[in-house]
């Protein structure tokens, strides 16, 4: 069975306090990795896409990598607004390719 | 560019009503997507629709729920005889589905963009 597990569950950060996510995945086939930024009482943001192992991709402070059983969120220097919920999501090939299989997120708070 | 639209935003229901929510997708996203949010829980799929193909329904959680998309813009997600457990903030998203060759292959393009969501409460 296709299962995400996001680690930790909630994770609170001092500003400038540099921190990593963690996202594992068991999927027969993996077609691509996502994250999202939620905001309380808003919708998922769009992050990134990853698509194969070793790939890396990087916005601001924020840094994704993939291997072929995990993906982490980096998180560098970390400001207030960086504070959120960050959702993991795996499309897995045996899908169809529209279907995203979220974990239940880590929430990030990070204080002046 | 406007982003994607749902309506209401909030909606409190008595057990056993219908509600049917709506979301308008960004223009030119072929693919639309419904989900549902419960309090600590993670995003859970619902139904998807991709241009004239057959829906995949395969996240509906019952005969209760039903979901409807006019060619390739307004969708409105069902509930019949609301009950309880159906509280949750429903989310819909879209995209625009391409693909390119890379040289791992052909890699396929889908992100979605999701709307505010409705937030309905079943009392």
């Known amino acids: 069975e296709d299962q995400v597990t996001q680690s930790p569950e909630a994770l609170r950060l001092q500003e400038g306090e540099s921190s990593s996510l963690n996202c594992s995945y068991t999927?027969?086939?993996?077609?691509?990795l996502f994250w999202y930024r939620q905001d309380p009482g808003k919708g998922p943001e769009f992050l990134f896409t990853?698509?194969?192992a070793g790939e890396e991709k990087e916005k601001e402070r924020l840094k994704a990598t993939l291997t072929k059983k995990e993906s982490f969120l980096h998180i560098t220097a970390p400001k207030p607004e960086d504070s959120a919920t960050y959702l993991c999501?795996?499309?897995?090939?045996?899908?169809?390719?529209?279907?995203?299989?979220f974990g239940a997120g880590t929430q990030v708070v990070v204080t002046p | 560019g406007a982003g994607v639209s749902q309506s209401p935003s909030n909606k409190v229901t008595e057990k056993g009503k219908d509600v049917e929510l709506r979301c308008d997708p960004i223009?030119?996203?072929?693919?639309l997507y419904w989900y549902r949010q419960s309090l600590g829980q993670g995003l859970e799929f619902l139904i998807y629709?991709?241009?004239?193909?057959?829906?995949?329904k395969s996240g509906l959680p019952s005969d209760r729920f039903s979901a409807e998309r006019t060619g390739e813009s307004v969708s409105t997600l069902t509930i019949q005889r609301t009950q309880q457990e159906d509280s949750a903030v429903y989310l819909c998203?879209?995209?625009?589905?391409?693909?390119?060759?890379?040289?791992?292959?052909?890699?396929?393009?889908?992100?979605?963009?999701f709307g505010p969501g409705t937030r309905l409460t079943v009392l």
């Open positions: 998203a879209s995209s625009l589905v391409s693909s390119r060759w890379r040289t791992s292959g052909l890699e396929y393009y889908n992100e979605q963009f």
């Open positions: 999927v027969s086939g993996l077609r691509g």
């Open positions: 990853l698509y194969s």
């Open positions: 999501a795996v499309q897995p090939k045996t899908d169809s390719w529209g279907k995203l299989q």
């Open positions: 223009s030119g996203h072929t693919a």
């Open positions: 629709f991709q241009g004239n193909s057959a829906p995949d």
